[in-house]
């Protein structure tokens, strides 16, 4: 406790009590420079005899350069280190600080900036600061710092400047299927994850996309990202571009080609005898329901289901017998419930009995199939569900051949089917919309047909809205030209699948707003 304190306690105890105090007077001295009076002190000056006499700032740097990129907006911590910092910020206001010598000798207070002009290139900084003088008196003074900002390019910007295609690690990423379903997915990833942040270019190829980055520790990140999202095998490779012998420096080019699994959501597959009987003889026709890092594969007939790592697959690999592609659709007539609803790998399932029948042979003849299917809890009669047409399919699959007296099912039933009910919304706007990364087109093997693009990003975009465990890992953005109508919301219904507002974000980015919303899509 103060002695002032302690001090005023006494007083306030006697003047209750009632007790008689002696008024006490705090003396003072005069200045040994000056000669007025003051409060006693350990150095017995002024104020004002004390800071002619003694400058604490003495020996501390009042200017230094800082060295800043435009084009990057980093600034340079000698020897290499670059730092990312806005103007006014608190990591800039740490930066400047550090940059500053002999400031251990003395202790720093506070520190703010003074307002500068965003031109002027200088930064000055006000530091507040403390330091014991003669006979232990301290001394509290504030002093300016101004720093001059000096342009000059980093190492990779200057690199892209001279040459925008001169790169250093390239990452090919392909899967060997007829669609960019995956590609679309897997975009959106890197978009919510910031992974190719690094990247110089990025390109559309024909089965895939090339990444291009200035730095091959850059590559080698994007490459372990790209793993744990999907499952893939990768090799790499480098070509010598040039070398200094007398310096013994090397500069080469290193080329990562990543291969995504050919197993897509929605596949149907027949698994090779061996992995068959290596699941506990699980199939041998299963659905692929999901694939992140593993793939997760179900057997529609009896609700067991197994995961798949990327080792796994990729030692005994195995191909769809049938892909998203091929998907007729059908109307139930008829289900039957067989089992309960079950959780089976965070989905809910439930087995039925069901009477089906082609849509296209509506009108032309008769031709009904009674099967077995895992959507007992979503089908109604009536409804519409899209599967696949086993009964006049002719698939030519090693795999299937090896197994003697299976009896194929004659349809399997994948997903419930709302196409009917989306003719009515045919041509109207999405509440919500995705970004896209900014890619350039391919055309040395011919320009690809957009209207494919459009049709596949399209059924893309359905899968999102009818799938809320797509949406989990992705961001999807309001759509600010979006206007609900009170007869729209009558007349679409309630049972066509679509994206609740609160999952939706609002897209904050000044910049993209006075550009347009040119990289983004609904």
Not at 95 to 119: D, G, M, S, Y
Not at 242 to 248: A, E, G, L, P, R
Not at 358 to 374: C, E, L
Request: with cysteine; glycine share 4%; charged share 25%.
């Amino acid at each position: 406790m103060e002695p002032e304190t302690r001090a005023f306690q006494l007083a306030a105890m006697a003047e209750e009590s009632g007790m008689f105090m002696v008024p006490q007077t705090v003396g003072s001295v005069l200045c040994c420079k000056c000669g007025i009076p003051m409060a006693p002190n350990a150095a017995n000056m002024c104020i004002k005899c004390l800071r002619s006499e003694i400058d604490i700032t003495e020996g501390l740097q009042k200017h230094a350069i800082i060295v800043h990129c435009p084009e990057c907006e980093t600034y340079l911590q000698p020897p290499k280190t670059r730092i990312k910092a806005q103007l006014e910020s608190k990591e800039l206001l740490t930066f400047c600080v550090k940059r500053l010598k002999n400031l251990n000798l003395v202790r720093l207070i506070q520190a703010e900036f003074i307002w500068t002009e965003p031109h002027s290139k200088r930064i000055k900084v006000k530091l507040r600061i403390q330091k014991e003088v003669l006979n232990g008196a301290i001394l509290e003074q504030a002093y300016i710092v101004e720093f001059v900002q000096q342009e000059h390019m980093c190492e990779s910007c200057s690199r892209v400047q001279a040459n925008p295609d001169q790169w250093v690690a390239c990452v090919q990423l392909r899967q060997h299927v007829p669609h960019r379903r995956t590609f679309f997915y897997l975009e959106q990833l890197i978009l919510r994850h910031d992974a190719a942040a690094h990247a110089i270019k990025i390109k559309q190829m024909d089965q895939g996309i090339d990444f291009f980055f200035a730095k091959r520790s850059h590559g080698l990140k994007f490459v372990d990202f790209i793993g744990k999202v999907t499952p893939t095998r990768s090799r790499d490779d480098k070509q010598l571009v040039s070398h200094d012998t007398k310096s013994n420096n090397y500069n080469y080019k290193f080329t990562f080609s990543v291969e995504i699994c050919p197993i897509c959501r929605e596949d149907l597959v027949c698994l090779p005898p061996k992995v068959s009987v290596s699941l506990g003889n699980l199939g041998p026709l299963v659905i692929c329901t999901k694939v992140s890092n593993s793939i997760a594969l179900l057997d529609p007939f009896t609700l067991r289901h197994c995961f798949l790592d990327a080792g796994q697959y990729w030692r005994s690999s195995f191909k769809a017998l049938l892909s998203s592609r091929q998907l007729v659709e059908y109307i139930v007539l008829d289900v039957e419930i067989v089992s309960s609803e079950v959780n089976v790998g965070g989905s809910k399932y439930a087995l039925a009995d069901a009477q089906v029948a082609r849509v296209s042979d509506f009108g032309k003849n008769d031709t009904i199939f009674n099967i077995r299917t895992h959507l007992g809890h979503l089908l109604n009669p009536g409804d519409h569900a899209l599967g696949y047409d086993l009964y006049a399919a002719n698939s030519n699959d090693m795999e299937l051949e090896k197994y003697r007296g299976f009896v194929l099912p004659e349809a399997i039933l994948i997903k419930k089917s709302y196409e009917e009910k989306r003719q009515r919304k045919r041509g109207k706007p999405r509440s919500w919309k995705l970004k896209s990364l900014n890619m350039e087109v391919d055309d040395s093997k011919g320009r690809a047909d957009p209207g494919k693009m459009n049709t596949e990003y399209e059924v893309f975009l359905r899968d999102l809205e009818e799938n809320p465990e797509m949406r989990f890992n992705i961001s999807l953005y309001r759509n600010k030209e979006y206007q609900p109508s009170e007869m729209a919301s009558i007349t679409d219904g309630d049972d066509l699948p679509t994206v609740p507002l609160e999952e939706l974000l609002a897209d904050l980015d000044l910049s993209e707003e006075e550009d347009g919303d040119d990289s983004m899509k609904e």
